[in-house]
C-alpha cells in the first residue's frame, strides 16, 4: 500500500535580463509508504493553518511541507520532478493551472482545501492580477489520500502517477 504525496510548486521568478520576463513551473511529485500517515496529518495540520493570502504564508506552507518531508525520508520510495520555463508570467500561470487540473483530476474528491486563506470542502482556483516588477512565489500542495486511514494500492500509485520512479 502507498501514499501519494504530490508537491506541486508553482515558483515565479521574474528576472528582467534585456527586458525579457521568465517564469519556472516546478513540478515535483513523491510516492510514499503507506506507514506515512504522520505526514499526512502534518499535512492537514499544515493546510488548516497556512495563511494562505498573503506571501509569508506560501512560504510557510513550502517551508514546512518540505521539513515534513525530510524528516520522513525513509518513507520516500518514488519521485519525478519537472521544470516549464516560460517567456511570461501568463504563460506560468497558464502552465501552473494546466499542471494543477490535471493532478487534482486523479483525487476522487477533495476534502481539505485552503485557498487565499479561505478553507473550504471543496477547491476553487483564484488568481491575483497583481503581478509586477516584484518576485512572487506561489506554492500548491496536493496530496492525495489526505485521510490518514486511507492508502493507494500499488496499481492505483503506478496507473494515476506513471512518471514516478523508485528512488
Not at 55 to 64: C, D, F, K
Not at 134 to 148: F, M
Request: hydrophobic share 35%.
Amino acid at each position: 500500500m502507498k501514499i501519494v504525496f504530490l508537491l506541486v510548486l508553482f515558483y515565479i521568478f521574474m528576472r528582467i535580463t534585456q527586458y525579457i520576463e521568465k517564469t519556472s513551473v516546478l513540478k515535483l511529485q513523491v510516492g510514499l509508504l503507506g506507514m506515512g500517515k504522520s505526514l499526512q496529518k502534518d499535512l492537514n495540520q499544515i493546510a488548516e493553518t497556512a495563511d494562505t493570502s498573503k506571501p509569508e504564508g506560501l512560504r510557510y506552507v513550502l517551508q514546512e511541507t518540505t521539513l515534513a518531508l525530510l524528516r520522513h525520508p525513509d518513507y520516500c520510495i518514488y519521485g519525478y520532478s519537472f521544470v516549464d520555463v516560460k517567456r511570461s508570467i501568463d504563460e506560468g500561470e497558464k502552465r501552473f493551472n494546466q499542471l494543477s487540473i490535471e493532478e487534482r483530476g486523479k483525487f476522487d474528491e477533495e476534502t481539505l482545501v485552503n485557498v487565499n486563506n479561505i478553507r473550504k470542502q471543496s477547491a476553487t482556483t483564484q488568481r491575483s492580477n497583481d503581478f509586477r516588477n516584484e518576485y512572487i512565489v506561489a506554492v500548491e500542495v496536493l496530496w492525495t489520500p489526505q485521510n490518514e486511514n486511507d492508502t493507494l494500492t500499488e496499481r492505483e500509485l503506478l496507473e494515476d502517477y506513471c512518471l514516478l520512479r523508485h528512488l
